[in-house]
T-cell receptor, first 117, second 110 residues
Framework: DAGVIQSPRHEVTEMGQEVTLRCKPISGHDYLFWYRQTMMRGLELLIYFNNNVPIDDSGMPEDRFSAKMPNASFSTLKIQPSEPRDSAVYFC???????????????FGAGSRLTVL | QQPVQSPQAVILREGEDAVINCSSS?????VHWYRQKHGEAPVFLMI?????EQKGHDKISASFNEKKQQSSLYLTASQLSYSGTYFCGTESNSGYALNFGKGTSLLVTP
């Protein structure tokens, strides 16, 4: 199992440009989450999906942010237009039954570090 | 709603013990603990479900008091590898998303 795969790992862009972050969850996991991490706010939940359907997007900062999950193995988080305050590490995580605990636990991807100049 | 963690930071010498606390203003279904090393993703440590069961593996254990809506993570005889930021994530109901605290930075020195 390759785990949760995110791309790109690093993105540097200029203010006003469109940014697309991608995520491939663990096969068989039916929940997918997008989190944003900054020093000031910690780990913030942006949006999550269950069986490809968005369940709660109340954490999405504003209309510049959008997320899609067209199928069970792929999700995108798009920022258009990007602003310097969007600079953060964006984590995708999927939830499924843990090998040791037997309970549903989150597995995070390696994250996408976004810098908006 | 974001749970509150304390302390914000702690420095230990190798072999010392530490306790990290997590409290919520909402009723909880479960509490999850994660550890994040610098520049890496958070990694799952353990989950505690309603019922107050204390869990642990190796020298790290945790408790969950659902009446007080609090959880504590206990690190005993700390090792250098324990250094990192510890996050508690709370779930108000099964199938909901985890809300994470701001984290507790732990540094273990030789």
């Amino acid at each position: 199992d390759a785990g949760v795969i995110q791309s790109p790992r690093h993105e540097v862009t200029e203010m006003g440009q469109e940014v697309t972050l991608r995520c491939k969850p663990i096969s068989g996991h039916d929940y997918l989450f997008w989190y944003r991490q900054t020093m000031m706010r910690g780990l913030e939940l942006l949006i999550y999906f269950n069986n490809n359907v968005p369940i709660d997007d109340s954490g999405m900062p504003e209309d510049r942010f959008s997320a899609k999950m067209p199928n069970a193995s792929f999700s995108t988080l798009k920022i258009q237009p990007s602003e310097p305050r969007d600079s953060a590490v964006y984590f995708c995580a999927s939830k499924g039954r843990g090998r040791l605990s037997g309970a549903n636990v989150l597995t995070f991807g390696a994250g996408s570090r976004l810098t908006v100049l | 709603q974001q749970p509150v963690q304390s302390p914000q930071a702690v420095i230990l010498r190798e072999g010392e013990d530490a306790v990290i606390n997590c409290s919520s203003s909402k009723a909880l279904y479960s509490v999850h603990w994660y550890r994040q090393k610098h520049g890496e993703a958070p990694v799952f440590l353990m989950i505690l479900l309603k019922g107050g069961e204390q869990k642990g593996h190796d020298k790290i254990s945790a408790s969950f008091n659902e009446k007080k809506q609090q959880s504590s993570l206990y690190l005993t005889a700390s090792q250098l590898s324990y250094s990192g930021t510890y996050f508690c994530g709370t779930e108000s109901n099964s199938g909901y998303a985890l809300n994470f605290g701001k984290g507790t930075s732990l540094l273990v020195t030789p």
